[in-house]
């Protein structure tokens, strides 16, 4: 079976401290994803993250907007600085932005009711997706994941490099009490068994695929799921269809 | 892309090229799940990726090693061509006779597991001595947790062992995690150093600049078994742009002549 890809874990654009020379732009990613079979991607600008949101979301709008393959993810921030601007929803989906993410560790907030409980709410109810990356330690930990979800328990959370040692006992609670809560897959894919043990308990549905790049390697991700011990058709669910899903789901009229 | 990445895909391994991890645990670790830790599991998960041979180090022999090598030496028993093992030190554990045992149970430990991060006993301190003296003594494999900023485990350590001891195998486990400029320098200049790649592969970036700046010859394959998946770090090795020639060598060869200098071992 040839598997496809829809990736949703990407960055692009120049990091600012890339001694590892890994930074990647759209045109590369865009030349680069056609031979692993990855036929869309969702990516942010590392600008939205490093050098300002505001500037970052312009710059990312940018670089998808003639691009099919590319749908984009938003930064944001607290509203009441008013430094980000805010698009509708419908606006939204013209410039197919699937997903908002946050770093409040970077950004000198907290994520909580008070900042952004309004925004959360609206999230929760369109079932817009927001992105943490946890790994990053620049977004929320694992305590900032479970408050915000006691607080709106069915917003759609997709979790992306959720740790480098394993994290079944940060996420599987968190799989089991929230419908809405879904894991990026690269690094399920690290950990041995982490895919098979995570379908085996909570279903193929609650794993989209990512692969980190550009700081790790697709072809670890791809090398993984196509050679996990799961069925085929819970292969084409995390490889692409989950992610197809959520998005179709989302509310933006 | 080559086609022992299109073998990969299709059937999980290669026929002819078997793989060797030359950095596994087993058992329960108090700080992560690992749902596979059992011996018959991790045979049978190696099968699906062609891991031939798994050299490990029980997590219960690093922290405890009066429990834990003697569960190594039952476990190579069982699987005598699947696993071999690390006999592993706790330089706080005062135990006389590690020497004899590893002596005595030679068709297990084909060399010494050191972690000193973990141990908070640096490298060079007089309670590895006599484990030093005798590896070198006997040309013996010494594979030691080894990590960039570390005081235990770091260049400055590593180089104090290198400078010292010039027969034994010494394997620095995680390649000095982020202190890479060092860690080429050291394999450019220590002949009986080697480059164990876990932790490096998840790090886009860092393996071709070592390859490209010492070859392939010294670098080996190692994932931390059961902590992490073989098709995962096989793939980096193929996202790292490495010829099969490369591949070969990482994977299988460079391992296989460390453990079986004679050729023989198969």
Known sequence: MELKFFDVNIWIGKFMNDEREISVSAEQLISKMPCLNIEKAIVYHISQRDVHPQIGNEKLLKEISNRAQLYGILTILPPQTNEVKIYSFKQLKEKKIVGFNLFPKKHNFILDEISLGDFLSELEQRKFPVFFDIMSGLSVDYRDIYSILKNFPKLTCILCNPGIWNTDRYTWPLLEKFPNVYLESSLLSLYEGGIEETVKRFGSERIVFGSGFPERYFESSILQIVNSEIENKDKEKIAYKNIEKIIKEIEYE | ?266
């Open chain 2, 1 to 266: 892309m080559n086609k022992y990445w299109n073998e990969f895909l299709k059937k999980g391994k290669i026929k002819n090229l078997p793989v060797i991890d030359i950095h596994c645990h087993m058992g329960f670790f108090y700080g992560s799940h690992m749902p596979y830790t059992e011996p018959e599991k991790m045979a049978e998960r190696m099968e699906i990726s062609g891991v031939k041979l798994c050299v490990f180090a029980h997590h219960y022999s690093l922290f405890d090693p009066e429990i834990g090598n003697k569960i190594v030496i039952e476990v190579v028993r069982r699987f005598p061509d699947k696993f071999k093992g690390y006999f592993s030190i706790n330089p706080n554990y005062n135990l006389k006779d590690n020497i004899e045992n590893f002596e005595k149970y030679n068709d297990v430990f084909v060399g010494f597991k050191l972690l000193p991060d973990y141990h908070k006993v640096p490298l060079s301190d007089r309670r590895y001595k006599n484990i030093f003296d005798f590896a070198d003594e006997k040309g013996i494999i010494i594979l030691s947790h080894t990590w960039g900023g570390s005081i235990y485990n770091g260049p400055i350590e590593v180089e104090k062992i290198l400078k010292k001891y010039k027969k034994i195998k010494l394997i620095l486990g995680h390649s000095l995690h982020s202190a890479w400029d060092k860690t080429i320098e050291i394999i450019k200049n220590y002949e009986n150093a080697y480059l164990e790649l876990c932790a490096v592969m998840d790090e886009r970036g860092v393996l071709e600049k070592i390859v490209s700046e010492i070859g392939s010859d010294k670098i080996l394959f190692g994932t931390d078994f059961p902590w992490f998946n073989h098709h995962y770090y096989i793939g980096s090795l193929f996202g790292a742009g490495l010829s099969e020639n490369e591949i070969r060598k990482i994977l299988y060869l460079n391992s296989f002549k460390l453990l079986f200098p004679t050729g023989k071992g198969e």
